[in-house]
């Protein structure tokens, strides 16, 4: 088996453009993936097209670690997100073509299922003002859709510190979502990487009575060193990783003890096998894996797919429920949240297919999303 040819397939949203791609090979079974990036949708585009015609074409698609040794090798420069990205989306694809070819769901071909379901978490769905009130009651329609956990990022656009006005609106945030809540539902806080190391302390500080699971990128992630300096000083679990890349990277941030749950992103990072390396390396330091995606349905898929057989998985971020109702009308057999979690998937490869005739219907969209900005939480993105 050979693949004969890969095609790009772009789903217009309101903050976002997902790119899926299609897989082709000579035998007809087709793989599909993702290389979904906000704001780097262009780039993606153009390395996918230069990695095909380098790598891809004429490959076997059973090939996987040779494939993608060499889109990540032999064009020198390597890594980066945009780069990544397109290696993970047709690594996923490929999984999907062998799961096809063997009759098999992709999670068996890696292991086997290592649990009965898998918990999500929700997210995206804050797209308000920030008022407590406000937050408050979307929090309780996201308990009505069955989940026990959540994430928000109650700090606006600030930035290293916060104005004393502006950290006392954050924290009544999550406040108003905890009573809103009850003690039993997990929350989740979102730094987006905004603070300053003493600044993030001060906010564990003030946040800690709200018994959150995890503070998520409380630092910018390029200083690990600060990083694992806020750990030590804090009594909330640190979460970091959607912005690492690869094994290569996270060996650096295990080395330093800078966190306790890693959230790489499995259409960013590398792809399954990546992943499953990366988890390997989290196991080794007891660390758990909580799979960052802020993505579109064909991550979503690939994520459980990799939470069934990975032993040190916590839960899976998903944003699909509260994304347009078109995102998972685009992509038929994607997995549904149901009462807190996923089902196992039982169809060969990623189970899942693409409905191009909808995606045609809603094409690209020209636009920025930018989270320095007020008012970005409602996630509308700026056309350019």
Same mark, same amino acid.
């Given at each position: 088996?050979?693949?004969?040819?890969v095609?790009?397939?772009?789903? =217009?949203?309101?903050?976002?453009?997902?790119?899926?791609?299609?897989?082709?090979?000579?035998?007809g079974?087709?793989?599909?993936?993702?290389a979904?990036i906000?704001n780097?949708?262009?780039?993606?585009?153009g390395?996918?097209?230069?990695?095909v015609?380098?790598?891809?074409?004429?490959?076997?698609p059973?090939?996987?670690?040779d494939l993608?040794?060499?889109?990540?090798?032999?064009d020198?420069?390597?890594?980066?997100?945009?780069?990544?990205t397109?290696m993970?989306?047709?690594?996923?694809?490929c999984?999907?073509?062998?799961g096809?070819?063997v009759?098999?769901?992709?999670?068996?071909?890696?292991?086997?299922?290592?649990r009965?379901?898998?918990k999500?978490?929700?997210?995206?769905w804050?797209?308000?003002e920030?008022?407590p009130?406000?937050f408050?009651?979307?929090a309780?329609?996201?308990?009505?859709?069955?989940?026990?956990?959540?994430k928000v990022?109650p700090f606006?656009?600030?930035?290293?510190e916060?104005?004393r006005?502006e950290?006392l609106?954050?924290i009544a945030?999550v406040?108003?979502i905890?009573d809103?809540?009850?003690?039993?539902?997990?929350?989740?806080i979102e730094?987006?990487?905004?603070?300053?190391?003493?600044?993030?302390?001060?906010?564990?500080?003030?946040l800690e009575?709200f018994?959150?699971?995890?503070?998520e990128?409380?630092?910018?992630?390029e200083?690990?060193?600060?990083l694992a300096?806020?750990?030590?000083?804090?009594?909330?679990p640190v979460?970091?990783?959607?912005?690492?890349?690869?094994h290569?990277?996270?060996?650096?941030?295990?080395?330093?003890?800078?966190?306790?749950?890693?959230?790489?992103?499995i259409i960013?990072?590398g792809?399954?096998?990546e992943?499953?390396?990366?988890a390997?390396?989290?196991?080794?330091h007891?660390?758990?894996?909580?799979?960052?995606?802020?993505?579109?349905?064909?991550?979503?898929?690939a994520?459980?797919?990799f939470?069934?057989?990975t032993?040190?998985?916590?839960?899976?971020?998903?944003f699909?429920d509260?994304s347009e +109702?078109?995102?998972?009308?685009?992509? +038929?057999g994607?997995?549904?949240v149901?009462d807190g979690?996923?089902?196992?998937p039982?169809?060969?490869?990623?189970?899942?297919?693409?409905n191009e005739d909808?995606?045609?219907?809603?094409?690209?969209?020209p636009?920025?999303?930018?989270i320095?900005e007020? =008012?970005w939480?409602?996630?509308?993105?700026?056309?350019?």
């Amino acid at each position: 088996m050979k693949i004969k040819d890969v095609k790009p397939f772009v789903l =217009g949203t309101s903050w976002r453009n997902i790119i899926f791609i299609k897989v082709y090979t000579d035998e007809g079974i087709t793989g599909i993936g993702e290389a979904t990036i906000q704001n780097r949708e262009e780039g993606v585009l153009g390395f996918l097209d230069g990695a095909v015609r380098r790598h891809v074409i004429g490959s076997d698609p059973f090939n996987i670690e040779d494939l993608w040794l060499r889109m990540y090798r032999n064009d020198f420069w390597r890594g980066g997100v945009i780069a990544t990205t397109v290696m993970s989306a047709v690594e996923i694809a490929c999984w999907d073509i062998v799961g096809k070819t063997v009759g098999q769901p992709v999670y068996k071909l890696l292991g086997g299922r290592c649990r009965e379901k898998i918990k999500a978490y929700a997210n995206g769905w804050y797209k308000a003002e920030r008022t407590p009130e406000q937050f408050a009651e979307l929090a309780k329609t996201v308990i009505a859709r069955g989940y026990r956990a959540l994430k928000v990022d109650p700090f606006g656009d600030g930035s290293y510190e916060l104005e004393r006005a502006e950290k006392l609106r954050s924290i009544a945030l999550v406040e108003a979502i905890r009573d809103a809540v009850g003690p039993d539902v997990d929350i989740y806080i979102e730094g987006h990487g905004r603070f300053s190391p003493a600044t993030a302390i001060d906010l564990a500080i003030d946040l800690e009575k709200f018994k959150p699971g995890w503070f998520e990128e409380p630092i910018p992630p390029e200083d690990m060193l600060s990083l694992a300096y806020v750990r030590s000083k804090i009594n909330i679990p640190v979460a970091t990783g959607e912005r690492y890349f690869t094994h290569y990277e996270f060996s650096k941030l295990f080395e330093m003890r800078a966190a306790d749950i890693i959230q790489p992103d499995i259409i960013h990072a590398g792809g399954l096998l990546e992943l499953k390396k990366i988890a390997a390396m989290a196991d080794a330091h007891f660390t758990v894996m909580a799979p960052h995606n802020s993505n579109g349905p064909v991550c979503t898929a690939a994520s459980v797919h990799f939470a069934a057989c990975t032993t040190n998985f916590k839960i899976q971020e998903c944003f699909d429920d509260f994304s347009e +109702p078109w995102v998972k009308e685009a992509v +038929p057999g994607v997995p549904e949240v149901k009462d807190g979690y996923f089902d196992l998937p039982d169809r060969p490869g990623l189970g899942i297919e693409l409905n191009e005739d909808l995606i045609n219907e809603h094409p690209y969209r020209p636009g920025f999303m930018n989270i320095w900005e007020k =008012g970005w939480q409602k996630r509308e993105s700026h056309k350019t």
